[in-house]
């Protein structure tokens, strides 16, 4: 089973770029679904951003839309968060998440089966 490995938290101020990463252990096929959630202490896990391995579609968040975008790098087996003009509401552990999906899911975490450790990102105002 693939394993996820996230990377690239840490401590910014609003409005810095950030940059996180999701690296698979093994090639994943194109039919999975790579996502990014993130979770505040106390809360459920909120869907960020997501796309199908293939490239052929994304989703991405409205609290984040303009903002955050989910580039990919096949050769690298990397899923990148690009985080732009953070906020502090944007402090969070980040995770990545893949799975076989249908597209209307891709927003519910449950429907994932494979999840990273976590990357914490604290935004300074």
């Known amino acids: 089973q693939v394993q996820l490995v996230e990377s690239g938290g840490g401590l910014v101020q609003a409005g810095d770029s950030l940059r996180l990463s999701c690296v698979a252990s093994?090639?994943?096929?194109?039919?999975?679904?790579m996502g990014w959630f993130r979770q505040v202490p106390g809360k459920e896990r909120e869907f960020v951003a997501a796309?199908?391995?293939?490239?052929?579609?994304?989703d991405v968040a409205d609290s984040v839309k303009g903002r955050f975008t989910i580039p990919r790098d096949n050769a690298k087996r990397t899923v990148y968060l690009q985080m732009s003009n953070v906020k502090p509401e944007d402090t969070a552990v980040y995770y990545c998440?893949?799975?076989?999906?249908?597209?209307?899911?891709?927003?519910?975490?449950?429907?994932?089966?494979?999840w990273g450790q976590g990357t914490q990102v604290t935004v300074s105002s």
């Open positions: 093994v090639r994943t096929a194109s039919t999975i679904t």
């Open positions: 796309l199908l391995w293939d490239g052929s579609w994304s």
């Open positions: 998440a893949a799975g076989r999906l249908i597209s209307s899911s891709v927003r519910d975490p449950s429907k994932y089966a494979v």
